[in-house]
């Protein structure tokens, strides 16, 4: 009889804690687009002639900046060559420096980057989602992972929309004419 109540309380335990968590935090990429977010734009990068990624920025407003404490933002990423986790986290390690973030503040995100991100294939998508503090990674419209960290999403985003960036002709692209 113990065993058989402490199973009943386990799994019920579990199925709460399943029913909050997944209230908590978005578990699926198509509930992205019922967000009502509106694209603020797009574009391709390209290195000489070999496109590497096409890309998209939502906000609640379809405006950028936004407020990130009460508003909503996703930049999408689809791949158009191969890349692996490895070589992705240190772009984006390049990417924060050149910016002109602090090294002891980005190498904070690389471990949890390293346990979030996959190997990318022609064809994947990575979307971010910012929401108040919070940043939800996508993989092919799976969830994949989160982190909690205040002013990631923000540095995050800012490796392409910072007047900072490497890459001006694609901030333009994608803010097209917000904040330039």
Known sequence: MYVMRSLLVFFFSTFLCFQVCSNAMPTQHSELS???LVEVGSAKFTIMFWDIYDSR???????????????????????LKDIDKDDLIERT??????????????RKYLPSLKDIWPDIKAGDSLSLLVEGEQ???YFNQQLIGSL???????????????TKTS????????LKGNDL
């Open 34 to 36: 019922k967000l009502g």
């Open 148 to 162: 909690a960290h205040q002013d990631f999403g923000q540095q995050f985003i800012d490796i392409w929309l910072s």
């Open 93 to 106: 390690a390049e990417q924060w420096q050149h910016i002109g973030v602090n090294e002891e503040v980005f």
């Open 57 to 79: 920025l939502y906000t609640s407003t379809g405006k950028y900046p936004v407020q990130l404490e009460s508003e909503k933002l996703v930049f999408e990423i689809t791949y």
């Open 167 to 174: 890459q001006p002709q694609l901030r333009a692209q994608l």
């Open 135 to 137: 940043s939800y990674f």
